[in-house]
């Protein structure tokens, strides 16, 4: 062969080289795999684990182009799982909505379905005070949740009418109940360390501390501070 055909076949060469990149890395990736492949077999017969050790990371290679195949799909799920990560810790430490209904809260809060945003950090401190209105756990039923207002904390003297005649919602309207065990009889009761006395806006149909006794502070899960809906009512609920 001629020295100058020689020149030409490798520059030839070097330019295919250039063009197929990438199928060639591949093609001596797999010819490089085959020789060790080939050599591996040849030095396992007297020791398996090399052939072993061999396949577990042809393995850890393959995985890891699968990864690279499956890489956007990877990196969305990642943002997905951090944004409800954030949405999970927020609504548990920080702000949740809370939707209220019934007559309990009558008239601070309507009969119809309404949604506020209730904020967790005064709680975690011991910041509540009398007068604020908080989602706390049912202590009869921990799983179920109810809207009242603090009107006693520990230390307080609260006197209460302990068996008071009751209005029951039938329709858009109330109607009066009333029984022999009804009576204007009042009790005082103290409110032990630890608890908070609360009760409905509206005592004549409401469940409150009078029938389940002081609440357990740790029961609280937030406190009331604006209101989403409706709409025409959007706005701060401080101090209502």
Known sequence: MFPDMGV??????????????????????????????????????????????????????????????????????????????FVHVTQTYLIAPAVIYGPSMLPTIDLKTAVFLMEKISPWFGKVACGDIVVLRNPQDPRRFMTKRVVGLEGDSITYISNPETYELEGDSFTHISSLDNSDKSKTILVPKGAVWVEGDNKYNSNYSRKFGPVPYDLIDGKMFWRITPLKKFGPFWNK
């Not at 990371?57 to 499956?70: D, G, P, Q, Y």
């Open 8 to 85: 030409f076949y490798v520059c030839s060469a070097a330019f295919r080289l250039l063009e197929l990149r990438r199928g060639l890395e591949e093609t001596f990736q797999n010819a490089w795999d085959s020789l060790c492949a080939r050599a591996l077999v040849f030095f396992s017969t007297k020791d398996n684990s090399i052939w072993d050790l061999y396949l577990q990371m042809k393995t850890a290679v393959m995985i890891l182009r699968n990864l690279e195949a499956l890489e956007h799909i990877i990196k969305a799920g990642w943002r997905i799982s951090k944004f409800f990560c």
